[in-house]
């Protein structure tokens, strides 16, 4: 089976600029899960999705990220305006069943200078 | 709040050896508890799933135990290979909230 695709894979970008990641789950996966992970520290949740809607997004800094999941399938991760802290690996998740995650994506690499 | 943490943060160790991995976590109230493999410049493979009722897991030359009471679970690889070098992390469900562990970082040397 295919699995979870993310692109951009890498992105560098100046502080105070947007950027906008993708994600495609698994074919069938109707949970999604968008993580932050800093380097040397474990992934931070931001966003989960169950089918098109909205599960936990307590996490998300909601002044400058935003996320959507049109269709329930397919989702956008947006961050406007990128602060230096927001340098991290972008994660994307899926699984079928709500009590696991069975797949992962490779991640977007993001760079704020 | 659920605290995972995982120590050491990094070992290495030589070829054959068996490993052993620590995770601890402060809320014993959990569902369950994942363990992921991460290798650098990719996302996370899932390695094993134990249920908050059972005591360990076994895949191939991975097992698993969960002490709950303890708020302990521990990771062992037997005769462990050049290919398992990688960040191990632990993952602890509450309710539907998964919470990671910093990960502890593996290199075995041929």
């Known amino acids: 089976e295919a699995g979870v695709a993310q692109s951009p894979r890498y992105k560098i970008i100046e502080k105070r600029q947007s950027v906008a990641f993708w994600c495609n789950p698994i074919s069938g996966h109707a949970t999604l899960y968008w993580y932050q992970q800093i380097l040397g520290q474990g992934p931070k949740l931001l966003i989960q999705f169950q089918n098109n809607g909205v599960v936990d997004d307590s996490q998300l800094p909601k002044d400058r990220f935003s996320a959507e999941r049109l269709k329930g399938v397919d989702s956008t991760l947006k961050i406007q305006p990128a602060k230096l802290e927001d340098s991290a690996v972008y994660l994307c998740?899926?699984?079928?069943?709500?009590?696991?995650?069975?797949?992962f994506g490779p991640g977007t690499r993001l760079t704020v200078t | 709040k659920q605290e995972v943490t995982q120590i050491p943060a990094a070992l290495s160790v030589p070829e054959g050896e068996n490993l052993v991995l620590n995770c601890s976590f402060t809320?014993?109230?959990?569902?369950?508890l994942q363990w992921f493999r991460q290798d650098p410049g990719k996302g996370l493979t899932s390695l094993l799933l134990i249920q908050s009722s059972q005591r360990e897991q076994t895949s191939g030359r991975l097992n698993a135990s969960l002490d709950k009471s303890s708020g302990r679970s521990t990771l062992y690889i037997a005769a462990s290979q050049p290919g398992d070098s990688a960040t191990y992390l632990c993952a602890v469900r509450n309710d539907y909230k998964l919470s990671f562990g910093a990960g502890t970082t593996v290199t075995v040397r041929a």
């Open positions: 998740a899926s699984s079928f069943h709500t009590d696991r995650i069975s797949h």
């Open positions: 809320d014993s109230a959990i569902y369950n």
